[in-house]
């Protein structure tokens, strides 16, 4: 009898919910039963559904339990794998049906996805080379091998992949302004540096299948003549940047890397560079100044990368997702991945989901879903019942897009045209109780703190908005504040040198095109009506509805609240610190905020 | 160790192993500016005037390199680094809170360092976890689905592994 195999998510997010203590567990519990011969249990890169993590998945049978915790280990191995009766408990349950659900594939968050980019994510275990040649892994290198350069490009272009990074570039075409240039020596590099608040896909990516990344920059290698590689990826991402070296070690092991690779006159090689912790490095010049060595400051293009780009030589710069995309589609054929999608947006792109919804997590859908199925089907609606407010998308550099768009096709074109873009992927969902004014201040803080202060609109420009709109949520904006905005956001957005400083006044831009009520309202009525901002609100109580109870009391860290059990209670304004604890404590919606 | 005064010699000795490395000199100020701090937890002045010398780029430069990232840190931190969360899907969250609740508890600033050099906090933009927003890292630890009930406990498990 072959070895089961049990598959555990060891992703960032199922580790810190305990994962690998459960696994611990699992590895005695098995030797206790005297079945550890059995099995094989292997970690695997992240499924995606962090938000049910830590999560087991039996094979053979592909049964899936999620919210593994330690404890719950000793009963799996003594019902399940001894017994063979399924832990009902441990399963999915439906949020809508209350059934629970077997095989993950008919989950909503799973059914609905696409999952090409992520397809070994989850399935294999990322620190074994062995594993991702066994679901064909290298296989579109090697037919790469033996057809000629100018072949592989025009298979690329002909796919219609658009770099997966933000702006959404042809992909095919970098690439043949690289292969033209001229140049002995030319570089291929992959951008890691993800830093948009909001976005881990490439983090996902690398944890969960990196040897599809090296695979990836491998045939723009080949298809490049460039003969080294390098991966710029945050160092904040420690475990990405582990089992990334890990694979490249074993890469070279198998011969998938080194000197005249399969003795087809080949070489490649493949470095890592940690980024230092600048947003600003995210834009290719930046990002390239600071493998050199120096301050990640961009500068202007031209000359592109393309021409004159690492150490001044040609040099193609995709995304980490851009790169996993390339394996498939040199393996495949461009059909079967321009068969997907839509007419200006080929293929699949991964989503981060977060903020308020059910389902946080990784999901990958073919371009020219529906927002509406992105966040209800797939993220499983809003959390605790509360309305769906609006959704930001592409991190800093995205908009803000209210309810109306909801049906709107997700591809690069339809959201560009909303005053959002792809961006990386980042989908922050927002409920009636975020403010759309403080999330645009939020947006404008970060972009103005990540500001490399080279070019004067960027520089200044955000410090100035972002001036105004902290007096905005402080009650003291003026009525004629919203049009100095939309004059600094529009300038801000054509003078500036590098995408950052070009994509800042997004936020504020789409915010008040679909939000201007919000704005207005504190401006006019020093009212903020998600009622969040601190300098706007007052709480008090709620007499009718209070019970007395006290609790809100006990939760108030400035004794701001009088009153003893079943006497009135007695909000002191002057005490009040605005925390919001006694709003949270309160089950009886007695914490009033206006 | 972070709190030692080290000897010139050693500082040299300690510059020329990390650069003893890299086979060429070119673009590695990066990579030599993160060993340096993986070696002392911080860029303690002397190292970065050593490395400036063996390298020939002027101080000035590496100055400017050095604090233009904010992985960079020219004054020593403490033996645990607590980098919040205050991405997007954190904001929205609640991660401003957690922030509060851990500069009660360590009585520190951001950017601030403990007396006792136990605990440095900082903030960040992301650290890729938002599935489990809000969340922390603490050294190379990450902790999710916070709320600030939770922070007490979690420090008093470094307090205990110190011991």
């Known amino acids: 009898m072959s070895r089961r195999r049990i598959l555990f998510c060891a992703g960032t997010g199922c580790i810190s919910s305990g994962a690998f203590k459960a696994r611990d567990i699992l590895v005695s519990e098995l030797d206790r039963h005297g079945i550890s011969d059995d099995f094989d249990i292997i970690a695997s890169g992240c499924h995606g559904f962090c938000e049910q993590g830590p999560i087991f998945i039996i094979h053979p049978e592909n049964i899936f339990y999620c919210a593994v915790q330690p404890e719950d280990i000793k009963e799996l191995v003594e019902e399940y794998l001894v017994n063979g009766n399924v832990v009902e408990r441990l399963l999915y349950k439906d949020i809508s049906t209350g059934e629970r659900v077997k095989d993950h594939m008919k989950i909503g968050f799973y059914a609905k996805q696409k999952r090409l980019v992520l397809r070994n994510c989850g399935l294999i275990d990322p620190e074994n080379i062995q594993e991702y040649i066994d679901q064909q892994g290298y296989e579109g290198f090697k037919k790469a091998l033996e057809i000629d350069n100018s072949e592989i490009i025009e298979e690329v272009k002909k796919s219609g992949l658009r770099g997966r990074g933000g702006a959404g570039f042809p992909t095919g075409l970098k690439w043949e302004f690289t292969y033209k240039a001229e140049g002995e020596k030319k570089y291929i590099v992959c951008n890691a540096d993800e830093g948009d608040p909001g976005a881990f896909m490439d983090r996902s990516i690398l944890e969960g299948d990196p040897h599809n990344v090296i695979e990836g920059m491998l045939i723009a290698g080949f298809a490049l003549n460039a003969n080294e590689g390098y991966v710029y990826v945050r160092a904040e991402y420690p475990l990405a940047v582990k089992r990334l070296r890990k694979a490249i070690e074993q890469a070279r092991e198998r011969g998938f890397l080194g000197n005249n690779i399969f003795d087809k006159g080949f070489s490649f090689d493949i470095k890592i560079k940690e980024g230092a912790g600048a947003f600003v490095c995210g834009e290719e010049t930046a990002l390239l100044a600071s493998i050199e060595g120096k301050r990640g400051m961009p500068r202007p293009r031209p000359p592109f990368p393309a021409n004159e780009g690492l150490w001044g030589k040609p040099t193609c710069l995709n995304n980490v997702e851009t790169f996993a995309n390339i394996p498939l589609i040199i393996r495949e054929g461009f059909e079967a991945f321009a068969s997907i999608g839509t007419e200006g947006s080929k293929g699949t792109k991964v989503f981060a989901l977060t903020g308020k919804i059910n389902n946080t997590g990784l999901a990958e859908v073919p371009n020219g879903i529906l927002m509406r199925e992105v966040i209800f089907d797939i993220g499983g609606g809003i959390k605790g019942d509360r309305e769906f407010k609006a959704v930001q998308i592409g991190g800093p550099s995205g908009g803000c897009l209210p309810a109306e768009h909801l049906d709107l096709p997700i591809d690069y074109d339809s959201l560009t045209q909303a005053g959002a873009m792809m961006g990386s992927g980042g989908l922050v969902v927002m409920d009636e109780d975020t403010c759309m004014v403080d999330l645009a201040r939020y947006f404008l803080t970060f972009t103005q703190n990540e500001s490399c202060g080279k070019c004067t609109p960027c520089r200044e420009g955000t410090m100035r908005m972002l001036e105004i709109l902290n007096r905005i949520v402080q009650g003291k904006g003026k009525e004629e504040d919203l049009e100095k905005l939309e004059y600094l956001g529009r300038n801000t957005k054509d003078t500036s040198l590098c995408g950052l400083g070009q994509t800042s006044p997004n936020p504020i831009l789409s915010t008040l095109r679909y939000f201007r009520h919000e704005y207005i309202a504190h401006i006019r009525e020093k009212r903020c009506p998600a009622g969040l901002c601190p300098d706007l609100i007052t709480y008090s109580i709620h007499q009718e509805n209070c019970k007395r109870c006290n609790v809100c009391a006990k939760a108030c860290p400035a004794d701001a609240i009088s009153g003893k059990p079943k006497e009135e209670h007695h909000i002191d304004v002057d005490l009040c610190t605005k925390c919001n604890n006694c709003f949270e404590v309160c089950k009886f919606n007695a914490i009033i905020k206006e | ?163």
């Open chain 2, 1 to 163: 160790m972070a709190n030692e005064k080290l000897e010139s010699t050693s500082t040299i000795e300690t510059i020329e192993n990390i650069l003893d490395r890299y086979p060429t000199k070119d673009g590695i100020l990066i990579s030599a500016l993160q060993d340096i701090q993986n070696e002392y937890g911080y860029l303690p002045r002397e190292s970065v005037e050593t490395l400036a010398k063996k390298l020939k780029i002027p101080l000035s430069s590496v100055y400017g390199v050095a604090t233009f990232f904010s992985q960079f840190h020219l004054s020593p931190r403490g033996e645990n680094v607590i980098r919040t969360c205050l991405g997007t899907a954190c904001h929205v969250r609640g991660g401003a809170k957690i922030l509060e609740k851990l500069q009660e508890v360590l009585n520190l600033d951001v950017g601030g360092t403990t007396e006792d050099m136990k605990y440095t906090l900082e903030s960040v933009a992301c650290i890729g976890a938002c599935g489990l927003a809000p969340v922390l890292m603490i050294n190379n630890d990450t902790f999710g689905r916070l709320t600030p009930e939770k922070i007490p406990e979690i420090i008093n498990n470094y307090e205990k592994d110190s011991k």
